[in-house]
């Protein structure tokens, strides 16, 4: 697989997906990374080089890493197309760390169309093991509140038609989802989230919709009434799939509304993407923090269960 640095070059995700294929086609022909180079005038660089790896994985966009210095944007191309943005590369403390805003820098994926496969298979080949995903979701129950954090350790799928594995045949493997959360990331999330002040909930079901409009009131009822925590629309397969790769995943949910509302409480009015993006604005500065605070105190070495 190329790395392609985008850093002053005028291209996009598409056609770095379409060089990749061109370089193996070269390849077989005698050409490869040099006539591609001489053709395109693009430097690029081979997996192994180390300038562009990264140690832990974010889905998160600029918010989370503007304030960073010597950050780099690039490429990845990928077997499964495009990932949904160019990746940020960027040092926390002595950690490399990559930022891939999963809907897009400019939010032109609805959470139906993400590509899942493409963004987990490209944090795998910059060599991450570990990932931070924080979504903003809604809340099922009462006791979680609007600015409440969850660190979610089950998840129901209600989702259909996304492309979900990277087993599709002649290879076919069933992967475990009894525990498809890291439960060492997910005590990391937890405690430093409280040594923050932050109210976090230890532990919580989200299950996940297909989106992109909110709930009925009937279902949301129906998913309270089961006692799931969180809802959320990004959720499946993006778990599952860093899975599959061996990495290890954790998700903070950071709740924004009550979704449909809650049964018996008409003061409580249904979500609206207004209220979802203005909540999420309140709270993203907490939200960095606990992430940067996490980056700090993670190893990078670790062995963990997720990866076997």
């Not at 809340?139 to 799928?157: A, E, Y």
């Not at 525990?179 to 532990?203: F, M, N, S, W």
Request: glycine share 10%; hydrophobic share 40%.
């Amino acid at each position: 697989m190329l790395y392609i640095p985008t850093r002053g070059v005028q291209d996009d995700a598409v056609m770095a997906c379409e060089l990749c294929i061109c370089f193996f086609n070269w390849a077989g022909h005698g050409g490869g990374l040099q006539q591609i180079q001489a053709d395109t005038g693009w430097r690029l660089c081979a997996a192994d080089d180390m300038e562009y790896r990264a140690d832990i994985g974010v889905f998160g966009g600029s918010g989370f890493y503007s304030f960073l210095e010597d950050v780099e944007e690039i490429t990845v191309p990928t077997p499964y197309g495009a990932p949904s943005d160019k990746i940020a590369l960027a040092r926390v403390g002595d950690k490399r760390v990559a930022f891939l805003p999963r809907h897009g820098k400019d939010h032109r994926y609805p959470p139906h169309r993400i590509p899942y496969r493409a963004n987990l298979y490209a944090m795998k080949e910059l060599g991450v093991k570990q990932i931070i995903a924080p979504t903003a979701s809604g809340s099922l129950q009462p006791h979680i509140k609007p600015g409440d954090f969850v660190v979610c350790d089950q998840f129901v799928d209600r989702t259909w038609g996304r492309e979900d594995t990277f087993f599709e045949g002649p290879v076919v493997r069933h992967v475990s989802a009894a525990y498809p959360y890291c439960h060492r990331l997910r005590k990391l999330a937890v405690e430093t989230g409280r040594e923050q002040g932050i109210t976090i909930h230890d532990g919580g079901t989200v299950v996940v919709i297909q989106g992109p409009r909110f709930s009925t009131k009937a279902e949301s009822r129906w998913f309270s009434s089961m006692g799931w925590e969180v809802i959320n629309m990004t959720q499946y397969p993006e778990v599952i799939l860093a899975r599959e790769l061996g990495m290890c995943y954790v998700n903070i949910a950071l709740i924004t509304d009550y979704d449909a509302g809650l049964e018996g409480r008409d003061d409580i009015a249904p979500v609206t993407e207004g209220e979802v993006f203005r909540v999420f604005k309140e709270n993203n500065d907490k939200v960095r923090n606990l992430i940067m605070a996490m980056i700090e105190k993670m190893d990078v070495n670790v062995e963990c269960d997720c990866c076997k």
